[in-house]
C-alpha cells in the first residue's frame, strides 16, 4: 500500500491562491469520490476541511475548496491568510474499501 | 460534543507491544467507524486501522501482521495493540473518529517512543 503522493511544499503571499495535489490511483483517489483534506497547526491534531472531495463542514471558511479530475484531488486555497501557513493532508479509501491511505503531506508557507 | 481521551505507555523497548486506549464521551458509539492513526515525528500520517461498533476491523497491509485493534462496547473503548515494535513505530499516535470516510474527530495524541 503506497501513500498518495503530494508536493512536498508549497508557498504563497497573502491573497494569493495555491492549490495542492493529491495524485493516486483507479483503487483509491480515482475511485471513490471520498476524498478529504485535513489541516494540521505544529503540535495540533489534525481538522477536517474538506471531505467527500469537495464538501465543506460546518465553520469551515469557503476560501477553501476540493475538486477532483481521474486519479488526482485537489485542494485550493484562496486569498490566502497568514493562519493559512500549515501541514495539509488528503485522505481516500483504497483497495476496494479495505483500508485507507494518506498522502504524504505538504507544509504550506505564507510568504 | 464528542470528545475522544487517550492514553497508554509512552516509552516502549524494541520487541515489546504497545498499547493504548481511547474513551469516547459525550457521542454515539455506534454508526461510526474508530481509528487509529500516527505520525512519526516530522513525518506524514499515517492509517494503522479501524474498528465498527459490532466488531468488524480493516488494517493497514503494511501492519497487519502486528496489529489488533480491539471494542468494549460497555464502556465505549477501543484499544490499539502492535506487537514486535522498533524504533521505526515511535511516532504520535492518535485515536479518531471516522463518519463515512472522513475523520471528524480526533485524540489528542499519545507520543510513543521506542527505544533501548
Known sequence: QSALTQPAS?????????????????????????????????????????????????????????????????????????????????????????????????????? | QVQLQQWGAGLLKPSETLSLTCAVYGGSFSGYQWNWIRQPPGKGLEWIGEINYSGSTKYNPSLKSRVTISVDTSKNQFSLHLTSVTAADTAVYYCARLLGASVTNWGQGTLVTVSS
Open chain 1, 10 to 111: 508549497v508557498s504563497g503571499t497573502p491573497g494569493q491562491s495555491i492549490t495542492i495535489s493529491c495524485t493516486g490511483t483507479s483503487s483509491d483517489v480515482g475511485g471513490y469520490n471520498l476524498v478529504s483534506w485535513y489541516q494540521q497547526h505544529p503540535g495540533k491534531a489534525p481538522k477536517l476541511i474538506i471531505y467527500e472531495v469537495n464538501r465543506r463542514p460546518s465553520g469551515i471558511s469557503n476560501r477553501f475548496s476540493g475538486s477532483k479530475s481521474g486519479n488526482t484531488a485537489s485542494l485550493t486555497i484562496s486569498g490566502l491568510q497568514a493562519e493559512d501557513e500549515a501541514d495539509y493532508h488528503c485522505f481516500s479509501n483504497s483497495g476496494g474499501s479495505a483500508f485507507r491511505v494518506f498522502g504524504g503531506g505538504t507544509k504550506l508557507t505564507v510568504l
